[in-house]
Structures are given as C-alpha cells and as structure tokens.
C-alpha cells in the first residue's frame, strides 16, 4: 500500500543520539497511530493521536516522544534509546467515528537497530 | 486488557492445501479484521468483518466472525507460494472514545512447500 508512507525505511544509531521516524497518510484519515513490533511479540500500541491530539500514551517511556503537526503527519521523537527499543515501528491510520471505526491501514515501518 | 489467541502459531503446508486458522478473545469485539504481514512490509488488510455471523470472502480467503463475536476465523483455499507470510487477527470496538485501537493476536506464520 502506498496510501501510509513511513521513512526511514532502516534506521542505526547509538544509545546517545537523537533521531526522528516521519509517517505521512494520503487518505484522508483523522487517526493515526505508533505501533512497535518486535520478534515473537503482538504488535504493541503506543500512542494514538485523534484529530491531531494524543488520546492514547500506552506507558510508554519519555525517550519515546511522538508529535502530530497536522493530521496528515505523524513523527516520533528518539533519544537516549535503548538495545530493547530495537524493533520494526509501524505507523497506522484510519477514519474514527462516533459510531463505528474502520480498519487501520498500515505503512511499511521503520527497521530501528540500536547499537 | 483484552487480549487475543491466535492459533496455530506456525503452519507448514503443500502448495494446493486448503489453510484454516483461528482467533479467540476473553471479550467481545465489534469487528474483527484480517492482515498479512510479508517480510520487510508493513500489515496489509485482507478481510474486515463488521456483523456477528457475518462471512466475507475475498479471493480464496474466507473469514467468519463469531457469533458469540469473542472469535473469528480464517480460511484459504488452494494454497500457493505467494500465501506465504505472517497473518494476524484483530479485534476492534466501535465507537468513538475507542479511537479505532485495535488488539492484535500473536500471528500464523505460513509455510507454502511447492
């Protein structure tokens, strides 16, 4: 699907620096999502943001920073990671309604590799 | 929190097999969703289900969601290579403070022997 765009595809970096992961959604949608997926494990929800507001903060720590400047863009903030933090991190949208919601679409991920 | 079985965890089969895999929950759900995940790509949407009862079929896949709606299941028939990949159901509940969350089952990784 090319409706959900995630950059970088592959990511490498040290415990001391700071990078950001960018999501943009090409469908109209007003939900987006952070999801991280590791071997062996569920997809983990960490936030969801709603009409650019964060409705959803799945205990995830503070070096994990997510930002949505418009409802089109979703960017996640990295520092001083960790060698657990290595994962694929998929990025999500869909249409919220009052009264039903329809199926999340997905972008490809980030590869993120903690040295 | 909610959380889903999906079964079996990994399936080796022929080319030509039909495939049948499954979701249970400890609560109920709305709508039940299927993805599949090939390596290096994210999870793409392949049936969606939004009716206690209801079968959908899309190709050779066919998935029914519960009556119960605390299960869903999966099916492929004539298998081929192509199939292969990681397949993951989903649970989601209506409504809007739900901000459209979905819960995920552990996956199927499929095996397609030509």
């Known amino acids: 699907e090319t409706g959900v765009t995630q950059t970088p595809r592959h990511l490498v970096m040290g415990m001391t620096n700071k990078k950001s992961l960018k999501c943009e959604q090409h469908?109209?949608?007003?939900?987006m999502y952070w999801y991280k997926q590791s071997a062996k494990k569920p997809l983990e929800l960490m936030f969801v943001?709603?009409?650019?507001?964060?409705?959803e903060n799945n205990s995830v720590p503070s070096r994990f920073s997510p930002e949505c400047p418009n409802s089109s863009h979703l960017f996640l903030h990295l520092h001083t990671l960790q060698p657990e933090d290595s994962a694929l991190y998929l990025c999500?949208?869909?249409?919220?309604?009052?009264?039903?919601?329809?199926?999340?679409?997905f972008g490809d991920g980030t590869r993120l590799s903690i040295l | 929190g909610q959380q889903l079985n999906q079964s079996p965890q990994s399936m080796f089969i022929q080319e030509g097999e039909d495939v049948s895999m499954n979701c249970t929950s400890s609560?109920?759900?709305?709508?039940w969703l299927w993805y599949k995940q090939d390596p290096g790509e994210g999870p793409v949407l392949l049936i969606a289900?939004?009716?206690?009862?209801e079968l959908t079929s899309n190709g050779r896949l066919t998935a029914q969601f519960g009556i119960t709606r605390k299960d869903s299941f999966l099916n492929i028939s004539a298998s081929i290579p192509s199939d292969v990949g990681i397949y993951f159901c989903?649970?989601?509940?209506?409504?809007?403070?739900?901000?459209?969350?979905?819960?995920f089952g552990q996956g199927t990784i499929l095996t397609v022997h030509p």
């Open positions: 999500a949208s869909s249409q919220v309604q009052s009264r039903s919601n329809q199926p999340q679409h």
């Open positions: 469908l109209g949608h007003n939900a």
């Open positions: 943001y709603s009409l650019e507001e964060r409705v």
């Open positions: 609560s109920i759900f709305n709508t």
């Open positions: 289900l939004y009716k206690a009862g």
């Open positions: 989903a649970g989601q509940l209506a409504g809007g403070t739900s901000y459209g969350k979905l819960t």
